[in-house]
C-alpha cells in the first residue's frame, strides 16, 4: 500500500492575474471589446437620426399612456451626443446623459483596474458585491422625481 501524495499548493493563486506588458493587453480585452460595443451603438445611432420617424420603434410606455417614461428622449439624447451638441442631449434627456457620463467613469476605473491588475472582487466584506439597497432605491428615487417632472407642463422643461 503506497503512502497518500502530498497535497502540493497551486504555484499561481487562482485572483492573480498576467504581468508585464502582454498581460497589460490582456487585461484590457473585455474592456475594449465593451467599447466596441458602445463605439459600434453611438455610431449607429449618430447615423441612423432618431428625430427621423420610422427609424426606431415608439416607446410603449408614451404610445399606452401618452406619458415620457425615464428613457424617453434618450436616442435623441446620445444622437445629439455623438454630434457634441451637449445642450441638445441634455434637453432630450438629461438623466440619460448623466447615465452615459457615469458609464463612461465607470469603464475608466475598470480600465485602471486592469491595467493595475486588480479585478473586481467577487464579494466585498463578505458581502456580495454590487450596489447596496440604498444606492438602488436612490437611482429608482431619482429616475421617479425624473419622471414626475418632466410630464408636467412646464413649458417643455425635460420634455423630450
Do not use: K
Amino acid at each position: 500500500m503506497s503512502a497518500p501524495s502530498p497535497i502540493v499548493p497551486d504555484p499561481v493563486p487562482p485572483t492573480a492575474t498576467p504581468s508585464g506588458a502582454g498581460g497589460a493587453v490582456r487585461r484590457l480585452l473585455r474592456p475594449l471589446g465593451v467599447l466596441a460595443g458602445a463605439v459600434a451603438a453611438f455610431g449607429y445611432v449618430a447615423a441612423v437620426d432618431p428625430h427621423q420617424p420610422g427609424h426606431y420603434p415608439v416607446c410603449p410606455v408614451l404610445r399606452l399612456t401618452g406619458l415620457y417614461c425615464p428613457a424617453c428622449g434618450g436616442l435623441r439624447g446620445a444622437h445629439a451626443l455623438a454630434h457634441g451638441d451637449l445642450p441638445a442631449a441634455l434637453r432630450d434627456n438629461a438623466l440619460a446623459v448623466l447615465a452615459y457620463a457615469l458609464l463612461a467613469v465607470c469603464w475608466l476605473v475598470w480600465c485602471a483596474r486592469a491595467v493595475a491588475g486588480r479585478r473586481f472582487p467577487a464579494t466585498a466584506r463578505g458581502r456580495p458585491y454590487g450596489p447596496r439597497g440604498w444606492q438602488i432605491g436612490a437611482f429608482l428615487g431619482l429616475a421617479m422625481i425624473f419622471t414626475i417632472v418632466r410630464n408636467f407642463p412646464f413649458e417643455g422643461l425635460l420634455t423630450p
